[in-house]
């Protein structure tokens, strides 16, 4: 008392002061512990519908900022999905049914790991890991089994979490599926075929001995280069459908691309592009380029190897029924309980992956892929109704790539090599110019 009295007023006021402060940042701080996996989870949702309808715009467009921004939302978007299930296995998370719902969302986390059909890979360079990726996906499998089971979870979570589980696997699985195909040497052992020796001149200057011994008439005669093809000014350029310039971007696809892998072409394949590009108009044979253009970027940057085969659209028609069913199956659950905020945030999740499966979906409809796969087969039929909607939805003028190519120029390189530490210190080692 006596003490308390001798206090000067400005003391007094500065240790009330300190008192409200600590109180408020103390709430602020609960606040958030509370609201953080909410966050989490909701950042997550929004990056991957960002990732959804903004990747293949890169194709396109090579603005500097949308090449940050997608940057950032690729690297983020796996950090978050990855942080999040450990943050639920923290003991200091508040219990109780709230904490059942929220350790709920561990398969959706899983699930968005699996990211967007659209981007897998930001660089090329990101197809090589897809052995870290498969032991992510091992670790963030178990990682979320342990969240959810350590929770206790009731049955009005734990059937609607099977059923997400299986997608979140599928899909992480899918996604690993794809950078591995993508990846340079699997690239190259699926594109080497067997190799085609050629004429046998041993045995066939073997025969020609033999026949002059025989006393036989016989002598080479060199022919020249067969040319299958026509001179420029013998080729009428002629317009072509849309529908066959389609065609023949998705069959010079499969020739083409072994350029990117560094295998040759045959003479065969040369004769045969020359003698369907010198028939074309000039607007129509770079659109066939375009085509073939945005198709190789497909296969290295997106699930597109993985997504157009019979096991792929297999897959996505499981992820669909299976992520459906554990939505009404938590609607029923959990009808004529009290709901939350949480509930709430549960069936936004549901809604936002519905929605993104139907997206991705339709696009993988409506794309060349499925045109081509339609169009050599049984349902050559329903091919046209994939053609009108490639019409309408990709049209014939509409820009495929960017018009733009980045080049490294050796000569600027040469006259503009500034001194650097680095340089420096090579140069003191007597290494410069090595």
Same mark, same amino acid.
Not at 42 to 59: D, H, N
Not at 377 to 388: E, G, T, V
């Given at each position: 008392?006596?003490?308390?009295?001798?206090?000067?007023?400005?003391?007094?006021?500065?240790?009330?002061?300190?008192?409200?402060?600590?109180?408020?940042?103390?709430?602020?701080?609960?606040?958030?512990?509370?609201?953080? /996996? !909410?966050?989490?989870?909701?950042?997550?949702?929004?990056?991957?519908?960002?990732?959804?309808?903004?990747?293949?715009?890169?194709?396109?467009?090579?603005?500097?900022?949308?090449?940050?921004?997608?940057?950032?939302?690729?690297?983020?978007?796996?950090? /978050?999905?990855?942080? +999040?299930?450990?943050?639920?296995?923290?003991?200091?998370?508040?219990?109780?049914?709230? %904490?059942?719902?929220?350790?709920?969302?561990?398969?959706?986390?899983?699930?968005?790991?699996?990211?967007?059909?659209?981007?897998? #890979?930001?660089?090329? =360079?990101?197809?090589?890991?897809?052995?870290? %990726?498969?032991?992510?996906?091992?670790?963030?499998? #178990?990682?979320?089994?342990?969240?959810?089971?350590?929770?206790?979870?009731?049955?009005?979570?734990?059937?609607? +979490?099977?059923?997400?589980?299986?997608?979140? /696997?599928?899909?992480?699985?899918? !996604?690993?599926?794809?950078? @591995?195909?993508?990846?340079?040497?699997?690239?190259?052992?699926?594109?080497?075929?067997?190799?085609?020796?050629?004429?046998?001149? +041993?045995?066939?200057?073997? =025969?020609?001995?033999?026949?002059?011994?025989?006393?036989?008439?016989?002598?080479?005669?060199? =022919?020249?280069?067969?040319?299958?093809?026509?001179?420029?000014?013998?080729?009428?350029?002629?317009?072509?459908?849309?529908?066959?310039?389609?065609?023949?971007?998705?069959?010079?696809?499969? &020739?083409? @691309?072994?350029?990117?892998?560094?295998?040759?072409?045959?003479?065969?394949?040369? &004769?045969?592009?020359?003698?369907?590009?010198?028939?074309?108009?000039?607007?129509?044979?770079?659109?066939?380029?375009?085509?073939?253009?945005?198709?190789?970027?497909?296969?290295?940057?997106?699930?597109?190897?993985?997504?157009?085969?019979?096991?792929?659209?297999?897959?996505?028609?499981?992820?669909?029924?299976?992520?459906?069913?554990?939505?009404?199956?938590?609607?029923?659950?959990?009808?004529?309980?009290?709901?939350?905020?949480?509930?709430?945030?549960?069936?936004?999740?549901?809604?936002?992956?519905?929605?993104? =499966?139907?997206?991705?979906?339709?696009?993988?409809?409506?794309?060349?892929?499925?045109?081509?796969?339609?169009?050599?087969?049984?349902?050559?039929?329903?091919?046209?109704?994939?053609?009108?909607?490639?019409?309408?939805?990709?049209?014939?003028?509409?820009?495929?790539?960017?018009?733009?190519?980045?080049? %490294?120029?050796?000569?600027?390189?040469?006259?503009?090599?500034?001194? &650097?530490?680095?340089?420096? /210190?090579?140069?003191?080692?007597?290494?410069?110019?090595?």
């Amino acid at each position: 008392m006596i003490l308390q009295k001798c206090e000067p007023p400005e003391w007094r006021a500065e240790m009330e002061g300190n008192g409200m402060n600590t109180h408020s940042m103390g709430g602020l701080l609960a606040v958030w512990n509370e609201w953080e /996996i !909410r966050v989490l989870v909701l950042t997550s949702l929004a990056l991957q519908v960002f990732l959804l309808f903004s990747a293949g715009i890169r194709k396109r467009n090579v603005s500097a900022l949308l090449g940050v921004l997608l940057w950032l939302a690729y690297l983020l978007a796996d950090s /978050i999905a990855i942080y +999040a299930p450990g943050y639920l296995s923290q003991t200091h998370v508040p219990k109780g049914r709230n %904490h059942r719902i929220q350790v709920f969302w561990a398969p959706f986390l899983l699930l968005h790991l699996g990211g967007q059909d659209t981007i897998t #890979a930001f660089s090329i =360079e990101d197809n090589e890991l897809w052995k870290r %990726h498969l032991l992510s996906l091992l670790s963030q499998v #178990a990682l979320a089994v342990y969240v959810f089971s350590k929770s206790r979870p009731g049955a009005d979570t734990l059937y609607p +979490a099977v059923f997400m589980f299986l997608s979140g /696997i599928l899909k992480y699985g899918e !996604r690993t599926w794809a950078l @591995k195909c993508a990846s340079m040497d699997n690239l190259r052992s699926s594109m080497v075929t067997t190799p085609d020796p050629g004429p046998n001149y +041993a045995k066939f200057m073997e =025969e020609y001995r033999f026949t002059r011994e025989a006393g036989l008439q016989a002598e080479i005669v060199i =022919e020249p280069e067969r040319r299958t093809g026509v001179t420029t000014a013998a080729i009428a350029e002629e317009t072509v459908p849309y529908a066959t310039v389609i065609t023949e971007a998705l069959c010079f696809f499969v &020739t083409f @691309k072994h350029l990117f892998v560094n295998l040759i072409l045959s003479f065969q394949d040369r &004769t045969g592009s020359q003698a369907t590009f010198l028939r074309l108009m000039p607007e129509q044979a770079y659109k066939i380029i375009e085509i073939e253009l945005s198709l190789m970027y497909d296969t290295l940057h997106s699930k597109a190897a993985v997504i157009h085969t019979w096991y792929g659209r297999l897959f996505r028609c499981f992820t669909l029924v299976s992520t459906t069913t554990a939505c009404v199956l938590f609607k029923v659950l959990h009808k004529g309980r009290p709901g939350g905020i949480d509930v709430a945030i549960t069936n936004l999740l549901f809604g936002g992956v519905l929605c993104l =499966e139907l997206s991705a979906i339709g696009m993988m409809l409506v794309s060349y892929w499925t045109y081509a796969a339609l169009e050599g087969s049984i349902c050559h039929s329903r091919s046209h109704l994939i053609l009108r909607c490639l019409k309408y939805f990709q049209p014939e003028s509409r820009a495929r790539w960017s018009n733009s190519m980045a080049q %490294h120029n050796l000569i600027s390189f040469c006259l503009q090599d500034r001194s &650097t530490l680095v340089t420096k /210190i090579l140069k003191l080692l007597g290494l410069k110019g090595h």
